[in-house]
């Protein structure tokens, strides 16, 4: 029997899309055009994949977009310097690289790289700086805005909450506990962050009220490991071959979906919950970055 309510990413960011398309249209009669620029370095069907799906739903609200196209051999000195015209171009005003970068091109170097007037991605250490800070000027990472967001569409309230996240990396796990500690209606909430070295995780993640895994690792969440009706989100993407059809891949997330259902009070699918919800506060970062630069728009 399923007890859980579905968190359904895809219906938020339809409606946080539409909101940004209305902004798109505001600064088109105020005479600016929003623009980004997607760099992809290498072949991987994945990343080829992922900026598709940016770079139409970007045109479907009426931001210019362009995509930079690198082959694999790209040096790190030849990325960084495609990225600093970018930063001068003063019609660009989001800049993203899609990740996995080739072994020879640093990450921390092209992040520190992006303007961070520019970094729609929200990776870039003064903007990591001022989400710590709880200074609103920067721009939070995208997934875990995402989240945040999900949670204040379903009124899901995590002031005074335990919450538990697995996963401790820069663009999901630490930036959300960032998010959900801080000062305010979005946060307030106690957090305990686990990852690899953490010891008695399922008893971590059975008191909690807010149960976020981002951890790659594909159904590690068992319907036992969760507190009867808690929220449960399930960021984890992991494509796993099916042996009922060969040749066919499935995506898997990181919480066993059915299991969870029967425990959890809240729930995201997966696919059609996080997912979307990357791609909206993208774009909608794009705008905010294009507003700025414009010295309108909310902040
Ligand atoms: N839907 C979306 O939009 C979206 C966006 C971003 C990421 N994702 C997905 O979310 C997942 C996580 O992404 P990521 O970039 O944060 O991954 P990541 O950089 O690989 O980090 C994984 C984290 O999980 C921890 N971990 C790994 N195995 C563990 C275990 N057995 N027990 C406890 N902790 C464990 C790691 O611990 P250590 O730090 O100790 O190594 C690390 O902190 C991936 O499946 C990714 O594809 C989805």
Request: proline residues 6%; hydrophobic residues 40%.
């Amino acid at each position: 029997m399923q007890r859980a309510k579905l968190l359904e990413g895809r219906v938020v960011a339809a409606g946080l899309h539409q909101r940004t398309k209305a902004r798109v249209a505001e600064l088109r009669r105020r005479g600016v055009e929003p623009a980004v620029t997607f760099f992809r370095v290498g072949e991987d069907p994945a990343s080829e994949l992922y900026v598709r799906m940016k770079e139409k739903r970007a045109k479907d609200l009426g931001i210019l977009s362009e995509v930079i196209a690198m082959p694999s051999s790209t040096t790190e000195r030849e990325l960084l310097t495609r990225l600093e015209e970018k930063n001068r171009d003063s019609r660009i005003h989001g800049i993203l690289v899609q990740m996995p970068l080739p072994r020879q091109i640093r990450t921390e170097a092209v992040c520190q790289t992006i303007d961070p007037s520019k970094d729609i991605d929200g990776f870039h250490p003064i903007n990591a700086g001022k989400l710590l800070l709880g200074d609103p000027s920067g721009f939070p990472p995208c997934t875990p805005a995402g989240i945040c967001e999900i949670f204040r569409h379903y009124g899901l309230v995590t002031a005074g909450a335990e919450v538990v996240i697995l996963g401790r990396s820069n663009i999901v796990g630490k930036p959300l506990a960032a998010l959900l500690l801080a000062k305010g209606p979005q946060g307030d909430a106690s957090v305990t962050v686990l990852h690899s070295q953490s010891r008695h995780i399922p008893e971590h993640c059975r008191r909690a009220d807010f149960l976020i895994a981002a951890l790659g690792k594909a159904e590690f969440v068992r319907g036992d490991m969760i507190k009867a009706g808690a929220v449960v989100v399930d960021v984890g993407v992991t494509r796993l071959l099916d042996s009922s059809l060969p040749g066919e891949s499935r995506i898997v997330g990181d919480v066993h979906f059915s299991e969870a259902c029967q425990v959890a009070g809240w729930l995201t699918p997966n696919p059609g919950g996080v997912g979307p919800m990357t791609i909206a506060m993208l774009l909608a970062n794009t705008v905010k970055a294009a507003e700025r630069s414009a010295g309108c728009g909310a902040d």
